[in-house]
């Protein structure tokens, strides 16, 4: 029978000696803000997770609470340590106009940017992030309420752009104008190969708009709000 030899670090407990291709990837499990803690263990565990590969995809969502720094800060340090290097973002719930265009500023190489159920930022905030992401492949918004001239940004924007998703948060009452999404997207998004609507008002006239400006598409998912 084959047995397996443990480390001493891993017999005695001891963290802090586990080589860095073990320590590494338990680490990256545990978040980038378990990460930014795990920086001020020692030296050793400073080093590894100073290390911008580690921080080229961030799931920034409010497990960060309790590690003993305002998360915005917490963001703008794995954003700062990604060394310009970050292509993955995900935030919910607390993003702001002034964090995102922080994190725009200084990840020009972002690829996939997911908000979910944000509510503290603005449209026209949006608008001035995307316009500083030309290589956005994915944007999704999951539970947000955005303006057409989101869409328009992005489509104008962000060339590459290949998935579009939006679950709208607005209510049956408070739907501004059917097909106003629909209508934006088939005008700026010619490229998309998938896109999601749900929640969002349209007409047989905006699905007919989306697929005939946007012959790319591999999926398409709509869900209208009374069914949502």
Known sequence: MTTTSLSPAARTGNWSELPPELLTPILQRGGAFLMLSARKVCKAWHRICSDPDLWRVLDLRCSGYGYGLPLETMARQAVDLSCGQLVDLTIALWATDRLLLYISQRS????????????????????????RLPLLEELHFHRIFISDKVIEAAGQCCPQLKS????????????????????AVA????????????????YETGLQAILDNCPHLESLDILLPELY
Do not use: W
């Open 164 to 183: 579009f998703k939006l679950t709208s948060s607005r209510k049956r009452d408070q739907c501004m104008r059917c097909d106003e999404e629909a209508e």
């Open 187 to 202: 005008k700026n998004m010619p490229g998309l190969r998938h896109l999601q609507l749900i929640a969002n008002p349209m």
């Open 108 to 131: 020009s190489q972002l690829r996939r940017l997911h908000l979910i159920s944000s509510v503290n930022f603005t449209y026209l905030g949006l608008v001035e992030v995307v316009k």
